[in-house]
């Protein structure tokens, strides 16, 4: 299974918050919808084999984290926005809920999140401009395969730094891409590899 883990320091993590505001003053959350759509949809397809992680830092009850899984999820692109806000408004306080079949909300940081990865022994990358070319990485075919990734304003430097501890950071080529265009160039190199 692929994992996409997006991070956002200012991403609204209440429905409200994101009823009330436009997208981009929702602490650019249109920047999760795009990941979310490059990660998660094909031409006439789904990937089935791909959970899309949102991580929002944002006020006003930071952090939020959403799980999406590309094999239940049945929405239209058009919808995110929409999906997102219902996701946000439907949290209730200690637990982890399924809103919708294959969507799913709890309040989680990026590193509880990532050591779950690694205490499964699932394949955990950091993206990263100074990484490893994601070209001559080796990735299991055998494991869950996690990349995780920022906003414009990339991840928070005390994470970052903790996560370069223990896992391989890697780059996907010398120009500085979308988050979006970023989760197009990993699932294109995972899908040339048949991961």
């Given at each position: 299974?692929?994992?996409?883990?997006?991070?956002?320091s200012?991403?609204?993590?209440?429905?409200?918050?994101?009823?009330?505001?436009?997208?981009?003053?929702?602490?650019?959350?249109?920047?999760?919808?795009?990941s979310?759509?490059?990660?998660?949809?094909?031409?006439?397809d789904?990937?089935?084999?791909?959970?899309?992680?949102?991580?929002?830092?944002?006020?006003?009850?930071?952090?939020k984290?959403?799980?999406?899984?590309?094999?239940?999820?049945?929405?239209?692109?058009?919808?995110?926005a929409?999906?997102?806000?219902?996701i946000?408004?439907?949290?209730?306080?200690?637990?982890?809920?399924?809103?919708?079949?294959?969507?799913?909300?709890?309040?989680?940081?990026?590193?509880?999140?990532?050591?779950?990865?690694?205490?499964?022994?699932s394949?955990?990358?950091?993206?990263?401009?100074?990484?490893?070319?994601?070209?001559?990485?080796?990735?299991?075919?055998?494991k869950?395969?996690?990349?995780?990734?920022?906003?414009?304003?990339?991840?928070?430097?005390?994470?970052?730094?903790?996560m370069?501890?223990?896992?391989?950071?890697?780059?996907?080529?010398?120009?500085t891409?979308?988050?979006?265009?970023?989760?197009?160039?990993v699932?294109?190199?995972?899908?040339?590899?048949?991961?």
């Amino acid at each position: 299974m692929r994992h996409i883990i997006y991070f956002s320091s200012k991403a609204v993590t209440s429905g409200g918050a994101l009823r009330k505001k436009d997208l981009m003053e929702a602490g650019r959350i249109d920047i999760a919808i795009h990941s979310i759509i490059q990660g998660l949809y094909l031409s006439h397809d789904i990937r089935k084999d791909t959970v899309i992680h949102l991580v929002f830092y944002g006020m006003p009850d930071p952090p939020k984290h959403i799980e999406i899984h590309g094999s239940k999820v049945k929405i239209a692109k058009k919808n995110i926005a929409k999906l997102l806000q219902k996701i946000l408004y439907k949290y209730k306080e200690g637990e982890r809920k399924e809103v919708l079949p294959g969507c799913f909300v709890e309040k989680k940081s990026l590193l509880n999140i990532v050591d779950e990865f690694l205490e499964k022994n699932s394949q955990v990358f950091v993206l990263d401009e100074n990484g490893k070319s994601i070209r001559d990485v080796d990735i299991e075919n055998s494991k869950d395969v996690v990349f995780v990734l920022g906003d414009q304003e990339g991840l928070p430097k005390k994470e970052l730094r903790r996560m370069k501890k223990t896992i391989q950071p890697v780059s996907v080529g010398n120009k500085t891409y979308f988050a979006s265009q970023t989760i197009v160039i990993v699932n294109n190199e995972l899908d040339f590899r048949n991961i």
